[in-house]
C-alpha cells in the first residue's frame, strides 16, 4: 500500500502558495486495510477515510464511468489494482492531475508542471465533459490564479461550451452551484467567475441576472475595491446590488434568487439590508426623518446593532463603485446612539402608556432624526 499527496496541496506547494488542506490517494489497499489502521470511513458512494490522527481525508485509488445525469451520476471502481496513473486520469485540470511520494517526488502523467509554468488552465481528458460541476470549478480556478496570469486553454473552453449546449448544467443541485459561487467569491478575481461563465454560456443557465456585470466598470471597480480580508458574504451583496437594483422590485427578485440557490440567510438579509441604506445614505441630507426612522427599523438596528458594521462597509464599497465617493455613516451611527438613549420608562412614569406610549415614543425618535 503506498500512500501519495494528491490534488490542489501539490499544485499550491508548488506555486509557492499556502496550503490549507491536503488530500491523499492510496493505491494499492483496501477497505479492509483502512479500517485495521484505525482510519474512520465516510459515506458510502465510495471509499474515502479520515485519519485517525490528522483528520484530514484518504482516499482509495479509483475510477469512474459516467451512469447518469449530473456531477452524482457516476459508478466508481476502486481496487488494490487501480493505479496512480488511472486514479489521476479521471481528474478535471493538468494542474490538479498531479502526486507527491513520502520522499518529495512529483508523478506528473498529464503535463501539470508545465501548465503551471505556462500559466495554463487545461482540461485532462475529454472525459471532463462528463461531469457538468467541472464547468464551475474551472471558473473558480480562473478566479482565483487571474491575478498570475493563468488563463483558459482553448480547447477546455470549447468543452465547457459543450457541456452548456446539453441539459447536464440544470442536474446540478442548488446546494453546490451555490457552493462554487460562494468560493469563488473569495477568490482574489470574483468577477472571473462569471466572465468564464459568461464565456462558457453556462451563466445564462445559472446566474443570469449576473450577467450585467460582465464588462461593467462599475463591477470592476468594486472589485479592485475588496481587499482579501473582505468577505463573502459583504461581496455578494454588493455585487448582487449591481445585478437587481435595476429591477423594480429588488428586494422580491433577491429573495427569489437567494431561494433558488437556498443562499444561506445571513447572505440573502445582509443583501436586501444594503440595497434598502444604500438608496437613504446616498441621499441623507434631503432624507426625511421619518425615511430615517424607517431605515433603522426596517434593519431592527436597535434590537440587533451588529447589523449595522456589515451593512456599513458594504454600502461604502458599493458607493465608492457607483458614485466615486463615500457615504455619511457616520451620521447614521450618531443617530441610532441617539435613539438608543431613549428611555421608555421614563416615559411610562410620566403617565404614557398603550397607543399614548408609542406615539410619544416615535415623535421624540423623529424628532432626533429631523436634526
Not at 508542471?113 to 470549478?137: G, M
Not at 461550451?161 to 467569491?185: G, N
Not at 449576473?210 to 463573502?232: C, E, M, P, W
Request: hydrophobic letters at 35%.
Amino acid at each position: 500500500m503506498k500512500i501519495y499527496l494528491v490534488g490542489g496541496a501539490v499544485r499550491d506547494q508548488l506555486l509557492n502558495y499556502p496550503v490549507y488542506d491536503k488530500d491523499w490517494v492510496v493505491v494499492g489497499g483496501s477497505p479492509q486495510e483502512m479500517l485495521e489502521q484505525n482510519y474512520k470511513p465516510v459515506g458510502s458512494d465510495f471509499p474515502v477515510f479520515i485519519h485517525p490522527t490528522s483528520g484530514e481525508e484518504y482516499a482509495l485509488a479509483r475510477t469512474e464511468r459516467k451512469n447518469g445525469k449530473g456531477y452524482t451520476g457516476f459508478q466508481y471502481h476502486t481496487s488494490p489494482d487501480v493505479t496512480l496513473h488511472e486514479d489521476l486520469s479521471r481528474r478535471d485540470l493538468t494542474i490538479n492531475a498531479m502526486a507527491q511520494s513520502s520522499d518529495g517526488q512529483i508523478f506528473d502523467p498529464y503535463g501539470g508542471q508545465k501548465d503551471l509554468t505556462s500559466k495554463i488552465l487545461r482540461h485532462v481528458s475529454p472525459a471532463f465533459s462528463e461531469d457538468p460541476l467541472r464547468v464551475l470549478r474551472v471558473a473558480r480556478f480562473a478566479a482565483r490564479y487571474a491575478h498570475l496570469g493563468f488563463t483558459l486553454a482553448s480547447e477546455t473552453l470549447e468543452l465547457m461550451q459543450d457541456i452548456s449546449a446539453t441539459d447536464e448544467l440544470e442536474h446540478l443541485t442548488r446546494e453546490r452551484v451555490w457552493q462554487e459561487m460562494e468560493r469563488s467569491l473569495g477568490e482574489t478575481s470574483p468577477l472571473v467567475f462569471f466572465q468564464v461563465l459568461h464565456d462558457t454560456h453556462a451563466l445564462k443557465t445559472l446566474f443570469p441576472r449576473f450577467s450585467v456585470l460582465i464588462g461593467s466598470q462599475t463591477a470592476t471597480a468594486l472589485q479592485k475595491s475588496f481587499s482579501k480580508n473582505t468577505k463573502q458574504d459583504i461581496r455578494f451583496a454588493t455585487l448582487s446590488s449591481l445585478c437587481f437594483m435595476d429591477k423594480t422590485n429588488t428586494e422580491s427578485e433577491v429573495l427569489n434568487f437567494c431561494q433558488q440557490l437556498k443562499i444561506p440567510n445571513y447572505y440573502r438579509d445582509l443583501a436586501i439590508h444594503v440595497h434598502k441604506t444604500i438608496k437613504v445614505m446616498h441621499h441623507w441630507s434631503d432624507s426625511s426623518a421619518e425615511e430615517k426612522l424607517t431605515l433603522i427599523q426596517t434593519l431592527d438596528l436597535l434590537r440587533r446593532p451588529e447589523r449595522l458594521g456589515p451593512v456599513i462597509e458594504a454600502c461604502q464599497l458599493l458607493s465608492l463603485a457607483l458614485y466615486q465617493g463615500s457615504l455619511p455613516t457616520g451620521k447614521l451611527e450618531a443617530l441610532l446612539n441617539k435613539l438608543k438613549d431613549i428611555n421608555p420608562q421614563e416615559l411610562i412614569k410620566k403617565g404614557y402608556k398603550g397607543a399614548a406610549l408609542g406615539s410619544e415614543l416615535k415623535r421624540i425618535q423623529l424628532e432626533i432624526c429631523q436634526d
